[in-house]
């Protein structure tokens, strides 16, 4: 869920709109469609004598208004970061806005650039990610792309022998399948970061948010009412993020990279960080946008991956 555009939204004038705007040319996209044995590739982590088997497939999403809508995502996998064997970066960003896909394209180059010459990753992984976060949100903000109103979600995973770094800004999510016993289970490596979250409400409130569904907006459900349970039983309509007197930019997330007008009331670019030792108990990980999440729960993710893994169309490591 990106910002929202709607009928209830006036707007915003941003320096993308007149002849004095930022203009740019539209950049080409690939995309797979379909995943098969070709499009699976290897790389060894020779520090701890396993392999990661991985795949990427990314297609716009389908809206019957607008059939052929531009793809907004980007992904990124350098192995060998830093030109080190057991080092791997793996990476997807779920732009929105007028001017999403320029932004997850910059975020995407300019982060793992970041990383890649940063003397201090392998001493403070934590600390390395950190600070390519804030440094590409700035870049963004003072590049010739227009983040007044557009911007993107990250959600990235830095192997480093054993251990997963996990660094998420916004609502995409990374998920792990672990064996316990005869189960596979689904755990969260993200958790993602909307005003669902009682934490991350009370931050942008505090900052200045105003925060609401569209119906609230719209004058068909009491705004007062500040309670939307869940992310999975809203039918569409989460809450949402707006300045206090104006109608947008209505996020549904409460950090992102770039999105320079709901920086002011509280959407950030810090990303929250977990850190997973792996084990043998370890399968497999996926990083995908809330493009899969928001209609898929992580342990359906999980179990379509695995069902096609013991059905014998792969049984590699990933």
Not at 2 to 31: A, I, L, M
Not at 156 to 177: E, F, K, Q, W
């Given at each position: 869920?990106?910002?929202?555009?709607?009928?209830?939204?006036?707007?915003?004038?941003?320096?993308?709109?007149?002849?004095?705007?930022?203009?740019?040319?539209?950049?080409?996209?690939?995309?797979?469609?379909?995943?098969?044995?070709?499009?699976?590739?290897?790389?060894?982590?020779?520090?701890?004598?396993?392999?990661?088997?991985?795949?990427?497939?990314?297609?716009?999403?389908?809206?019957?208004?607008?059939?052929?809508?531009?793809?907004?995502?980007?992904?990124?996998?350098?192995?060998?970061?830093?030109?080190?064997?057991?080092?791997?970066?793996?990476?997807?960003?779920?732009?929105?806005?007028?001017?999403?896909?320029?932004?997850s394209n910059f975020v995407k180059d300019r982060l793992v650039e970041r990383l890649a010459n940063d003397t201090t990753l392998l001493d403070d992984p934590l600390k390395a990610y950190n600070s390519a976060f804030?440094?590409?949100?700035?870049?963004?903000?003072?590049?010739?792309?227009?983040?007044?109103?557009?911007?993107?979600?990250?959600?990235?995973?830095?192997?480093?022998?054993?251990?997963?770094?996990?660094?998420?800004?916004?609502?995409?999510?990374?998920?792990?399948?672990?064996?316990?016993?005869?189960?596979?289970?689904?755990?969260?490596?993200?958790?993602?970061?909307?005003?669902?979250?009682?934490?991350?409400?009370?931050?942008?409130?505090?900052?200045?948010?105003?925060?609401?569904?569209?119906?609230?907006?719209?004058?068909?459900?009491?705004?007062?009412?500040?309670?939307?349970?869940?992310?999975?039983?809203?039918?569409?309509?989460?809450?949402?993020?707006?300045?206090?007197?104006?109608?947008?930019?209505?996020?549904?997330?409460?950090?992102?990279?770039?999105?320079?007008?709901?920086?002011?009331?509280?959407?950030?670019?810090?990303?929250?960080?977990?850190?997973?030792?792996?084990?043998?108990?370890?399968?497999?990980?996926?990083?995908?946008?809330?493009?899969?999440?928001?209609?898929?729960?992580?342990?359906?993710?999980?179990?379509?991956?695995?069902?096609?893994?013991?059905?014998?169309?792969?049984?590699?490591?990933?």
């Amino acid at each position: 869920m990106g910002c929202v555009h709607g009928k209830c939204c006036t707007r915003y004038p941003s320096s993308s709109d007149g002849d004095s705007g930022r203009r740019r040319e539209k950049r080409p996209y690939k995309c797979k469609h379909i995943l098969t044995q070709r499009s699976l590739e290897l790389v060894p982590v020779p520090s701890h004598n396993f392999t990661l088997q991985f795949s990427v497939l990314t297609q716009h999403g389908y809206y019957p208004d607008t059939v052929e809508r531009e793809n907004q995502d980007s992904f990124c996998i350098k192995t060998q970061l830093q030109g080190n064997p057991n080092i791997h970066f793996f990476g997807v960003f779920d732009g929105h806005g007028q001017y999403g896909a320029e932004c997850s394209n910059f975020v995407k180059d300019r982060l793992v650039e970041r990383l890649a010459n940063d003397t201090t990753l392998l001493d403070d992984p934590l600390k390395a990610y950190n600070s390519a976060f804030l440094a590409t949100n700035s870049e963004l903000h003072d590049s010739e792309i227009d983040d007044t109103m557009s911007g993107t979600t990250a959600i990235t995973v830095l192997v480093v022998g054993d251990t997963l770094y996990v660094a998420n800004v916004g609502d995409s999510r990374a998920v792990i399948a672990v064996k316990d016993g005869d189960r596979i289970l689904a755990e969260d490596l993200s958790e993602d970061q909307t005003p669902f979250r009682k934490d991350e409400y009370e931050r942008v409130k505090l900052c200045g948010a105003r925060v609401l569904s569209v119906d609230q907006v719209e004058g068909l459900k009491d705004p007062n009412i500040q309670n939307w349970g869940d992310e999975y039983s809203q039918g569409g309509d989460p809450p949402r993020l707006w300045v206090p007197d104006g109608m947008y930019p209505g996020t549904a997330f409460t950090r992102s990279v770039g999105d320079s007008t709901a920086e002011k009331i509280g959407v950030i670019a810090v990303p929250e960080i977990s850190v997973v030792r792996l084990t043998c108990n370890h399968l497999f990980f996926v990083v995908a946008s809330d493009g899969v999440f928001e209609f898929l729960s992580s342990r359906t993710v999980v179990n379509m991956v695995w069902f096609i893994r013991i059905l014998g169309i792969d049984k590699s490591p990933l």
